[in-house]
């Protein structure tokens, strides 16, 4: 069964769009982790009961490797038991924005889908076509191509128009990746899916990317628990070929830092499930 | 002292420009590790003897984290290790090409320079300057950004040319690229290095980026051992004021899979010194 295929189960199976982000931050840890912010043991099982709470709510899980990463190999093992914690009807996104020459990237393939078992990963696109196939070789797994970013310095490069090129059209940069991505999901050797990874702040945006691309998945940051945006995205970028994911990642696992912290995460998770319909 | 004046002593000390990139393999592992390549030990104790062999002829490190995270926590242990065998008179570029949104680079700083170590990182500017910034904020600290790659697919994206935009001209992204990262090292709050990641294999483009950069610190990938275009790029890059750190990787690591592996690797590393001038 293809990413695509995988994903629209899940999504199915708990009528949620809801991706929920780990970014487990150890100053940020609610109550009963006060005692051990610092351990990276409890960075794992922040998460984890977080997954626990959650999981009715939602169809994906998005651990961001920098948040482990930033307290090394014993961060990295707490990744991989976070990882293990993820139920199998739930699908994980390994946030890495990976990006490498082709023979490196082979290696980040072997780490984020064989060894961590992430069903798929986000990566960055600067460095072109070979820095992107080898994430498309394994089959049932997925990337998300960073397209157009909500942060402040997307405007620097993504927005910028670029000469046409070929038979592509004189756009902004980040169309032009969507439409390089496009391409690249259909090279005979791809057997995984491609996707964007496009933010909720511009639903003009959302719209354009969607007629540039009608069946990618879009991975969509950005969107908080309170929902002000999201019918603004569904109308935007669904369709019954382009699925989407909503991720939100500090609205819901920082809902409230005392000892109800999971029941508050679920709460906003629910909530956010509700408002993209 | 700034990166940059540490990256000068280190290369005045051992009379060299060269970085050895320590891009380990498994299934490349020579002759002595036969028996047991597929344990992340293995990886760690073939990068250590290489940096013990290769260390006279070289000023700087480059692992290239694609590599030990392909083995998971174990493999990053075996990072934290060959990071610890790098001696102080030599750098440590980690190369990662990591670029994510402001909050989440400064866990990415946190891992890469406080826990691992590195005095450098090299990072990917698709998300504009609050994904770099971050790397910028640790004094003695160097951040490389990828700005002209020598893969395949570098133009997909890099050569394509942008519109003018404020003070900025018209000009390939590449050179855009450049010229952002010029303004973020100069950024009030920037207390590390910023330097540019461009390719051996234009050595007119590495000219042009020296004009455009007259000061800031290239690391250039891209040379082999055999010395070909190592003097092209002392050429083209090298200034009184502007540094250029030469990496082979492959090259060295790999210039023999027999039980002489060091030695030889310590041969190509002198003959690319040589070549460098």
């Given at each position: 069964m293809s990413f695509v295929q995988r994903l629209r189960t899940a999504q199915h199976a708990f009528a949620s769009?809801?991706?929920?982000?780990?970014?487990?931050?150890?100053?940020?840890?609610?109550?009963?982790?006060?005692?051990?912010?610092?351990?990276?043991?409890?960075?794992?099982?922040?998460?984890?009961?977080?997954?626990?709470?959650?999981?009715?709510?939602?169809?994906?899980?998005?651990?961001?490797?920098a948040f482990f990463e930033a307290q090394g190999a014993a961060g990295y093992a707490a990744l991989?038991?976070?990882?293990?914690?993820?139920?199998?009807t739930?699908?994980?996104?390994?946030?890495?924005?990976r990006?490498?020459?082709?023979?490196?990237?082979?290696?980040?393939?072997r780490g984020l889908f064989d060894h961590l078992g992430a069903d798929a990963?986000?990566?960055?696109?600067?460095?072109?076509r070979d820095s992107i196939l080898p994430f498309l070789r394994t089959p049932e797994?997925?990337?998300f191509v960073l397209t157009r970013t909500s942060n402040a310095g997307s405007a620097d490069l993504q927005e910028c128009p670029i000469d046409a090129k070929g038979d592509l059209p004189r756009e902004p940069v980040y169309q032009r990746i969507?439409?390089?991505?496009?391409?690249?999901?259909?090279h005979p050797e791809s057997e995984g899916d491609a996707g964007l990874v496009v933010g909720a702040t511009a639903p003009e945006a959302l719209a354009e990317l969607r007629e540039v691309?009608?069946?990618?998945?879009?991975?969509?940051?950005?969107?908080?628990?309170?929902?002000?945006?999201?019918?603004a995205v569904v109308d935007a970028a669904v369709t019954n070929d382009g699925l989407i994911l909503v991720n939100s990642s500090r609205s819901i696992i920082y809902a409230s830092d005392g000892d109800d912290f999971a029941d508050a995460a679920a709460e906003a998770a629910a909530e956010l499930q509700a408002a993209l319909g």
């Open positions: 769009r809801v991706c929920v982000g780990l970014d487990p931050v150890p100053e940020r840890l609610p109550a009963p982790f006060a005692d051990h912010r610092t351990d990276p043991q409890a960075l794992a099982d922040f998460c984890i009961a977080i997954i626990e709470a959650t999981a009715p709510h939602c169809c994906a899980y998005k651990p961001n490797l991989e038991s976070v990882i293990e914690a993820i139920p199998n739930h699908l994980c996104i390994a946030d890495a924005k990006g490498d020459i082709g023979h490196t990237a082979r290696f980040y393939a990963i986000t990566a960055a696109p600067y460095m072109g797994r997925g990337v969507a439409r390089l991505v496009q391409r690249w999901s259909a691309c009608p069946a990618l998945p879009f991975l969509i940051p950005g969107v908080g628990a309170q929902g002000g945006d999201a019918s």
